[in-house]
Nanobody, 111 residues
Framework: QVHLVESGGGLVQPGGSLRLSCVAS????????LSWYRQPPGKQRELVAS???????NYADFVQGRFTISRDNIKNAVHLQMNSLKPEDTATYFC?????WGQGIQVTVSS
């Protein structure tokens, strides 16, 4: 059973940046597709970005050009660099490793 631990969330002003990290306790981390999802207050969970085992990246339209997903197969980690944050980016962010989920981490964008 995989265990995922997210970190790096918090409160940031509009226009600011945060870097989320997720570390997975699993063998063969490098073969899995990794994703970040988010769930805004009162809304459904939605895909933010994903990265395949070969490093191919996919982004939701609402984060194109602002967020960057990356992976570190040595440290079993996936990161989400979030720049130019907007209030509508406020959500609980979840790390996903092919349908195994982290506990979620809160990101709040507010002045």
């Amino acid at each position: 059973q995989v265990h995922l631990v997210e970190s790096g969330g918090g409160l940031v002003q509009p226009g600011g940046s945060l870097r989320l990290s997720c570390v997975a306790s699993i063998k063969w981390f490098n073969v899995y597709t990794l994703s970040w999802y988010r769930q805004p207050p009162g809304k459904q969970r939605e895909l933010v970005a994903s990265i395949s085992r070969l490093g191919s990246k996919n982004y939701a339209d609402f984060v194109q050009g602002r967020f960057t997903i990356s992976r570190d197969n040595i440290k079993n980690a996936v990161h989400l660099q979030m720049n130019s944050l907007k209030p509508e980016d406020t959500a609980t962010y979840f790390c996903d490793l092919e349908n195994s989920w982290g506990q979620g981490i809160q990101v709040t964008v507010s002045s």
